[in-house]
């Protein structure tokens, strides 16, 4: 059984995240939705918040399910023996960025954990948390940028 991991701070979910879990859902036995704790960002919802909406949105995925951790990724990947870890890429800021994290996690991460890249979908290529945050709290339209679930507790 191939146990993959897909991890964020999904604050809030974009429809670009959830086209990486439908994907990476269809390659993988299991797939885990982890929310990193990053105590010095200052976050839209709290982190029980982004839980409850994750599962939520990925009610109908048999084999997704949400957990969240704090620290390093490698560590969590370790110690939870994660076979992948599934990293989206936009455009060519995430591939330096991620191509970086990823050697230097190639170091951390136990023998059997391996990186995989999934290309966003170009619908979804210019979406990113902090865009659609900013867009919202100026009162814009940010339908179609996150799932209906999520944008019913954003105009809340």
């Keep these: 059984m191939t146990k993959a991991l897909y991890s964020g701070s999904f604050d809030p979910l974009t429809m670009g995240h959830l086209d990486i879990i439908r994907r990476a859902a269809k390659l993988y036995d299991e797939l885990t939705i982890g929310i990193i704790v990053n105590p010095s960002k200052k976050a839209m919802f709290t982190l029980e918040e982004r839980e409850e909406m994750l599962k939520e949105v990925l009610k109908d995925y048999d084999n997704v399910k949400v957990d969240h951790f704090s620290g390093l990724l490698a560590d969590y990947v ?19 960025y991620e191509m970086q994290m990823a050697q230097v996690n190639d170091r951390l991460f136990n023998d059997f954990t391996e990186t995989v890249f999934l290309m966003a979908d170009p619908r979804y290529s210019f979406i990113s948390s902090s865009v659609v945050r900013e867009v919202s709290s100026l009162g814009g339209n940010i339908e179609g940028l996150v799932p209906e679930e999520i944008l019913k507790r954003m105009v809340k």
Excluded at 78 to 92: A, C, E, H, K, M
């Design 78 to 96: 370790n110690r939870s023996g994660f076979d992948v870890v599934v990293r989206g890429l936009r455009n060519t800021t995430d591939f330096d």
